[in-house]
């Protein structure tokens, strides 16, 4: 079964700084992983997704890594803001499957 | 992309009764996935819909406290049958749709319940 571990699971920071976030797996036979952002009480917002095959996505001031030999991920956040603040889930397909396996989240806070 | 829309947001029900939440999609899909999410946790997959067959539900999850329809391409029900308070949770609905980047996973806003 795979497992998926998100550390940290509460991150705050000022404004301005880089982070980065991270997301392991136990399964190297990913299909896929997917970043998403969810505000409080609300649903999922996906922010990146990487092929089995890739290396790295990058959207505006994210940057998410795969490394599927050590099964490792990073979402890496520049110049981060307010706005940023959210709880951050990484998610793992498994090859063959129509399944995701979630990790439980790291809660950000940017402060002003 | 795909846009999903969830009915009701939220409610506030009494133990021992039952509740159907509704999802909507823009498109049509082959695949309809409910997870549920309990206050601090992360998401668990309760199961995957197809159009015209049962459901498939994961472990833990059982038809008869939540059965589910999918009548055609684009809608599916989730019934919490029985409540208690511990299914107090957010139940969200899901489908895979063709991204950018890819297959991704599509989120609808969710329906927070509280079961009192």
């Known amino acids: 079964k795979q497992e998926v571990t998100q550390i940290p699971a509460a991150l705050s920071v000022p404004e301005g700084e880089n982070l980065v976030l991270n997301c392991s797996f136990t399964?190297?036979?990913?299909?896929?992983l997917q970043w998403f952002r969810q505000d409080p009480g609300k649903g999922l917002t996906s922010l990146l997704l990487i092929q089995s095959s890739q290396r790295e996505q990058t959207s505006g001031r994210l940057n998410a890594s795969l490394d599927k030999s050590s099964g490792r991920s990073t979402l890496y956040i520049a110049a981060s803001q307010p706005g940023d603040s959210a709880t951050y889930l990484c998610?793992?397909?498994?090859?063959?499957?129509?399944?995701?396996?979630f990790g439980s989240g790291t809660k950000l806070n940017v402060k002003p | 992309s795909a846009v999903i829309s969830q009915k009701p947001s939220r409610d506030i029900c009494q133990r021992g009764t039952s509740l159907t939440i509704q999802c909507q999609v823009d498109?049509?899909?082959?695949?309809m996935f409910w997870y549920r999410q309990q206050p601090g946790q992360s998401l668990t997959l309760i199961a995957t819909a197809n159009q015209g067959s049962e459901a498939t539900y994961e472990s833990g999850f059982v038809i008869d406290k939540f059965p589910i329809s999918r009548p055609n391409l684009t809608f599916s029900t989730l019934t919490v049958s029985n409540m208690s308070p511990e299914d107090s949770s957010i139940y969200l609905c899901s489908v895979e749709g063709t991204g950018v980047a890819g297959r991704t996973q599509y989120f609808g806003p969710g329906t927070r319940l509280l079961v009192l």
């Open positions: 498109s049509q899909v082959t695949m």
């Open positions: 998610a793992v397909r498994i090859s063959g499957f129509n399944k995701f396996y």
């Open positions: 399964d190297s036979a990913i299909y896929n």
